[in-house]
């Protein structure tokens, strides 16, 4: 081992340890917590947490910011609630327009959820457009995607809009499964920052699509499309919002437009906090995921330790401040080696 | 070792539920009050009157903790998790004001699923494994409509002041005075504005409508925060002053003390006192002593009239709202009342 990588391995092991140091902590602090239904109670939040931050990490990987993923979040939440368990009759919008029906005789368009999954495809097509326009009109992605926060707010508000539907079924199921051995949470987490490894730090597109943001003119002297790379980014973020939205709305049984405002903060200080950066396409899929578990249980921690709510998000903030802080140390260490 | 501790935490739900019917002691039961929100003078009152019942019950060694918790920000999300942290301390009651009225429902079932006695009051929720203290604001909003009706056997022309669009409590009321409205034949309502519970807005947007009126307006139908507003509206029209229902605030009391003193002005003042904390308190106690509790009990309103407006205008703080702290027997009294 030379002496280069040991601050390279300090970096990525940096998530592990605060997330384990965390973890003892509440431990300590409350033994109850350490318990199958303990960590399934503490991190089942974090699931739909650890999806938004994946897909915050896929457009921060081509150094743009998406501000508009927590209401993203809300609307899919919404759609999920209304039309995906009962078809466009479950929009109170639709279900005004037929006040006497009978469900059985409404025609097949009106009850399907196939519409649920329609609505939800377009919003993962509307994620790629704004890729595709960021990157034709060189657009600040901060500015759009802030924008664009407002536009799902305001359809998830037409959607649903007094808090309320019911979550599918089957969401319901897969999200409170009580696998043996290992809580539910703890093996989607596995499995989230095993499929976003793969698919960014595995695979020869992900490459490319890492040094986009890493260098993006040699990217496009080498001949691939940098458009396709941020249509396809976009998209990425699209899809595992989505999955956040619908794997939130498993948990809490109904959906509220409000439901995931704090997932657009949450999201991006999961990222920073798992090891990425904002700009150079420097991410770590397995760090983001850890990161929105360590936020996760920050929270847990914190009022475990009776810290009064008021103090609580500064409290937050600090965890946050002192991680990043190591960080900077480490990345001392890096460039003096 | 994961499934050890699972198995021994299984265990000791289990024997937590079996024990439960049978202690008719909660001198070790630990009950925690989650709360959505803190930044307006009705919460602000809940959260003091729920300090002033729950520290004395403590003391006196009838419940063992309870505890004050409120979320930073009113978020879903966060109070989700606030409710499984409070499993997780081990309160055997929590006592919920929640954000939303079904999407708390996932962590509400975990919790009861946990053995944990969840009451909600004023943000209910619909989860059916929690109780529900609620309030009756269609009714509240019809006995506006009746009071009037005795004290103007004419009828005539009334106006309506909503609250915030939108929202349920907003709904209900004015249903409820539309169903009054709809029994007396008399009235009718000849103008409507939203004035969002806010003095000023309510001031505004009846100054804004008066013009349009007919001269003759017998009554103003509202839902609290409002009445002041609209009786500065009509005295800046140089209107004529009609019977104004008011929504048991400082200011809105002291006007009507003041015109009360000046020329015998008669009207009635109702809302829900932000004490409805302790109530809940009362109930969890209640259920956790092994009592049989309906799951959906109502709140009385605390209503004012003619002759206890002095006594409930000194106990009023100046830009409060008018409050009473409820008794265990208030809490027996109001289960009972639901178990007929």
Same mark, same amino acid.
């Given at each position: 081992?030379?002496?280069?990588?040991?601050?390279?391995?300090?970096?990525?092991?940096?998530?592990?340890?605060?997330?384990?140091?965390?973890?003892?902590?509440?431990?300590?602090?409350?033994?109850?917590?350490?318990?199958?239904?303990?960590?399934?109670?503490?991190?089942?939040?974090?699931? +739909?947490?650890?999806?938004?931050?994946?897909?915050?990490?896929?457009?921060?990987?081509?150094?743009?910011?998406?501000?508009?993923?927590?209401?993203?979040?809300?609307?899919?939440?919404?759609?999920?609630?209304?039309?995906?368990?009962?078809?466009?009759?479950?929009?109170?919008?639709?279900?005004?327009?037929?006040?006497?029906?009978?469900?059985?005789?409404?025609?097949?368009?009106?009850?399907?959820?196939?519409?649920?999954?329609?609505?939800?495809?377009?919003?993962?097509?509307?994620?790629?457009?704004?890729?595709?326009?960021?990157?034709?009109?060189?657009?600040?992605?901060?500015?759009?995607?802030?924008?664009?926060?407002?536009?799902?707010?305001?359809?998830?508000?037409?959607?649903?809009?007094?808090?309320?539907?019911?979550?599918?079924?089957?969401?319901?199921?897969?999200?409170?499964?009580?696998?043996?051995?290992?809580?539910?949470?703890?093996?989607?987490?596995?499995?989230?920052?095993?499929?976003?490894?793969?698919?960014?730090?595995?695979?020869?597109? $992900?490459?490319?699509?890492?040094?986009?943001?890493?260098? +993006?003119?040699?990217?496009?002297?080498?001949?691939?499309?940098?458009?396709?790379?941020?249509?396809?980014?976009?998209?990425?973020?699209?899809?595992?919002?989505?999955?956040?939205?619908?794997?939130?709305?498993?948990?809490?049984?109904?959906?509220?437009?409000?439901?995931?405002?704090?997932?657009?903060?949450?999201?991006?200080?999961?990222?920073?906090?798992?090891?990425?950066?904002?700009? $150079?396409?420097?991410?770590?899929?397995?760090?983001?995921?850890?990161?929105?578990?360590?936020?996760?249980?920050?929270?847990?921690?914190?009022?475990?330790?009776?810290?009064?709510?008021?103090?609580?998000? $500064?409290?937050?903030?600090?965890?946050?401040?002192?991680?990043?802080?190591?960080?900077?140390?480490?990345?001392?260490?890096?460039?003096?080696? | 070792? #994961?499934?050890?501790?699972?198995?021994?935490?299984?265990?000791?739900?289990?024997?937590?539920?079996?024990?439960?019917?049978?202690?008719?002691?909660?001198?070790?039961?630990?009950?925690?009050?989650?709360?959505?929100?803190?930044?307006?003078?009705?919460?602000?009152?809940?959260?003091?009157?729920?300090?002033?019942?729950?520290?004395?019950?403590?003391?006196?060694?009838?419940?063992?903790?309870?505890?004050?918790?409120?979320?930073?920000?009113?978020?879903? #999300?966060?109070?989700?998790?606030?409710?499984?942290?409070?499993?997780?301390?081990?309160?055997?009651?929590?006592?919920?004001?929640?954000?939303?009225?079904?999407?708390?429902?996932?962590?509400?079932?975990?919790?009861?699923?946990?053995?944990?006695?969840?009451?909600?009051?004023?943000?209910?929720?619909?989860?059916?494994?929690?109780?529900?203290?609620?309030?009756?604001?269609?009714?509240?909003?019809?006995?506006?409509? #009746?009071?009037?009706?005795?004290?103007?056997?004419?009828?005539?022309?009334?106006?309506?002041?909503?609250?915030?669009?939108?929202?349920?409590?907003?709904?209900?009321?004015?249903?409820?005075?539309?169903?009054?409205?709809?029994?007396?034949?008399?009235?009718?309502?000849?103008?409507?504005?939203?004035?969002?519970?806010?003095?000023?807005?309510?001031?505004?947007?009846?100054?804004?409508?008066?013009?349009?009126?007919?001269?003759?307006?017998?009554?103003?139908?509202?839902?609290?925060?409002?009445?002041?507003?609209?009786?500065?509206?009509?005295?800046?029209?140089?209107?004529?002053?009609? #019977?104004?229902?008011?929504?048991?605030?400082?200011?809105?009391?002291?006007?009507?003390?003041?015109?009360?003193?000046?020329?015998?002005?008669?009207?009635?003042?109702?809302?829900?006192?932000?004490?409805?904390?302790?109530?809940?308190?009362?109930?969890?106690?209640?259920?956790?002593?092994?009592?049989?509790?309906?799951?959906?009990?109502?709140?009385?309103?605390?209503?004012?009239?003619?002759?206890?407006?002095?006594?409930?205008?000194?106990?009023?703080?100046?830009?409060?709202?008018?409050?009473?702290?409820?008794?265990?027997?208030?809490?027996?009294?109001?289960?009972?009342?639901?178990?007929?």
């Amino acid at each position: 081992m030379n002496a280069a990588t040991l601050p390279r391995l300090a970096r990525s092991l940096l998530p592990a340890i605060s997330l384990a140091i965390i973890l003892g902590a509440i431990f300590w602090l409350q033994p109850r917590a350490a318990s199958y239904l303990g960590l399934n109670l503490m991190l089942s939040l974090a699931v +739909p947490i650890a999806f938004a931050t994946v897909a915050q990490m896929c457009v921060i990987t081509v150094n743009d910011l998406d501000l508009s993923i927590g209401t993203f979040v809300g609307f899919v939440a919404c759609v999920a609630a209304t039309m995906l368990k009962g078809g466009l009759i479950a929009l109170p919008l639709v279900a005004g327009l037929y006040p006497e029906a009978d469900p059985a005789t409404l025609p097949f368009w009106l009850t399907t959820p196939l519409v649920g999954w329609l609505v939800l495809a377009l919003g993962i097509g509307v994620y790629a457009l704004l890729g595709a326009l960021i990157h034709a009109r060189d657009l600040p992605s901060i500015v759009v995607t802030l924008g664009m926060s407002f536009v799902w707010l305001g359809l998830s508000v037409l959607v649903l809009p007094t808090p309320g539907g019911k979550a599918p079924d089957w969401i319901r199921t897969v999200m409170t499964l009580k696998p043996p051995y290992v809580p539910l949470p703890i093996i989607a987490a596995v499995l989230i920052a095993l499929a976003a490894h793969l698919l960014l730090m595995r695979t020869s597109y $992900g490459a490319i699509l890492r040094g986009a943001g890493g260098n +993006p003119k040699a990217i496009e002297r080498a001949g691939w499309s940098l458009l396709k790379v941020k249509i396809a980014m976009f998209a990425l973020a699209g899809l595992f919002g989505t999955l956040a939205g619908l794997s939130l709305v498993g948990l809490t049984t109904s959906g509220d437009a409000n439901i995931a405002l704090r997932y657009t903060l949450l999201s991006i200080a999961g990222v920073i906090l798992g090891g990425g950066e904002f700009v $150079g396409g420097r991410i770590s899929p397995v760090g983001a995921v850890i990161g929105a578990m360590t936020l996760t249980l920050a929270g847990s921690f914190l009022s475990f330790m009776r810290i009064s709510p008021d103090w609580q998000i $500064g409290a937050q903030g600090a965890i946050l401040i002192i991680v990043l802080a190591l960080r900077a140390v480490i990345d001392r260490l890096e460039k003096r080696t | 070792m #994961t499934r050890f501790t699972g198995a021994v935490s299984l265990l000791a739900v289990a024997a937590a539920l079996c024990a439960l019917p049978a202690a008719a002691e909660t001198a070790d039961k630990r009950i925690a009050l989650s709360n959505n929100y803190a930044g307006n003078s009705w919460r602000q009152a809940m959260l003091r009157s729920w300090d002033k019942v729950t520290k004395p019950a403590v003391e006196a060694g009838i419940v063992a903790a309870a505890d004050p918790f409120t979320t930073a920000e009113n978020q879903v #999300t966060e109070q989700a998790a606030q409710i499984q942290n409070l499993v997780l301390q081990g309160y055997n009651a929590i006592v919920l004001n929640a954000a939303s009225p079904d999407a708390l429902n996932g962590a509400v079932k975990e919790a009861c699923d946990a053995g944990v006695i969840v009451v909600s009051f004023d943000g209910i929720v619909t989860e059916p494994c929690a109780w529900r203290i609620a309030v009756d604001f269609k009714q509240m909003g019809k006995d506006e409509v #009746t009071y009037l009706a005795g004290k103007l056997p004419e009828g005539g022309n009334l106006l309506e002041i909503r609250g915030l669009a939108g929202v349920f409590v907003d709904d209900e009321i004015s249903k409820g005075i539309h169903e009054g409205v709809a029994e007396n034949a008399k009235f009718k309502i000849v103008g409507s504005v939203h004035g969002d519970w806010d003095q000023a807005k309510a001031q505004a947007a009846v100054a804004g409508i008066l013009p349009s009126l007919p001269d003759d307006i017998v009554g103003v139908v509202t839902q609290g925060g409002d009445g002041y507003g609209a009786a500065q509206a009509f005295a800046a029209a140089g209107r004529k002053t009609p #019977t104004i229902i008011m929504g048991n605030r400082q200011d809105e009391l002291a006007w009507w003390k003041e015109q009360k003193d000046a020329n015998g002005y008669e009207t009635m003042s109702v809302s829900i006192a932000p004490g409805v904390s302790t109530l809940a308190f009362w109930v969890a106690q209640q259920i956790l002593d092994g009592k049989e509790v309906p799951k959906d009990l109502v709140v009385p309103f605390l209503r004012i009239d003619q002759d206890n407006l002095e006594k409930n205008l000194e106990t009023t703080e100046k830009g409060g709202v008018a409050n009473v702290e409820y008794t265990l027997e208030d809490a027996q009294k109001v289960i009972e009342a639901a178990a007929k």
